[in-house]
């Protein structure tokens, strides 16, 4: 294989993702010899890294921008050790006590940053070391500052539509409410082990979304704790003003409500 240099310093070892921003490869720093992720866009970055500065303190830190050796923008950040929670889930659903650190711990990070994602699922939900008590969220490509609009495309087009809040399958931009919505879905998933959305092919999933019928947790998990159950499909009301109105409301009600050491 021929070597391939990032700005003469990130020697690329493998490509590890290619999506709508640009493609991902594991590679090594020369200059401290520690695994870097290289992100290369196809598409102008600025959003993308204004974003992603935004929200260093909950996601992999930035170790250098620059160009590639074809002139397109590149950043290198932080390599992680371990998966992300799409991965975990094909093991099958988690523990309650797992459930209850991860919630707790995105809630936590995103009540932290000014931005709301706009794209939040279990692929972007990551679980450093494999451990749900270290978690970093990624991918902010579809974010938008908390309560400043944006002159940018914000609203939702792909992405992760099953984990999406009706709003944003109608096209609003991304919202802390669209967020907690979000959550709300991946803890559905965790804890009953499938998607609450199950169409196929994003037109009928959008459709499900928006008209269709969503079950709630309370419908499907009835031996969950009742308090678990009216909080998720609280977080996953079709109208926004039922959720949870903040960050702060969910971590502190699923703290309450949700007692650690609990198991399915």
Not at 2 to 15: C, G, M, P, S
Not at 144 to 168: F, M
Not at 173 to 197: E, M, N, Q, R
Request: charged share 25%.
């Amino acid at each position: 294989m021929r070597e391939v240099l990032v700005d003469a310093r990130f020697q690329v070892e493998q490509e590890i993702g290619n999506g709508p921003m640009g493609r991902v490869h594991r590679a090594v720093d020369r200059v401290t010899g520690a695994k870097v992720a290289v992100r290369i866009f196809r598409v102008p970055p600025e959003r993308y890294l204004q974003d992603y500065r935004l929200a260093q303190a909950i996601s992999p830190a930035i170790v250098a921008e620059g160009k590639a050796p074809d002139g397109r923008p590149y950043v290198a950040t932080e390599w992680l050790d371990g998966f992300d929670l799409r991965i975990r889930l094909r093991v099958g659903r988690l523990h309650l006590d797992e459930v209850f650190v991860i919630v707790r711990s995105v809630a936590c990070a995103l009540g932290a940053v000014p931005i709301a994602h706009g794209d939040l699922s279990p692929s972007n939900v990551f679980l450093v070391k494999s451990s749900p008590h270290d978690v970093r969220i990624l991918d902010f490509g579809g974010a938008a500052l908390k309560g400043v609009p944006r002159l940018t495309e914000t609203t939702w087009k792909a992405g992760a539509p099953k984990y999406a809040s009706r709003e944003r399958a109608r096209g609003a931009p991304p919202s802390t409410l669209s967020d907690i919505y979000s959550l709300g879905a991946i803890a559905f998933h965790c804890l009953s082990g499938k998607c609450a959305v199950d169409s196929r092919g994003q037109i009928s999933t959008v459709a499900q979304i928006i008209v269709g019928d969503v079950p709630t947790l309370s419908s499907v998990m009835p031996e969950l704790p009742p308090r678990v159950l009216e909080l998720v499909d609280r977080m996953m009301a079709r109208e926004p003003e039922r959720r949870p109105q903040s960050w702060a409301e969910v971590e502190r009600e699923w703290s309450a409500q949700v007692p650690p050491g609990s198991k399915r």
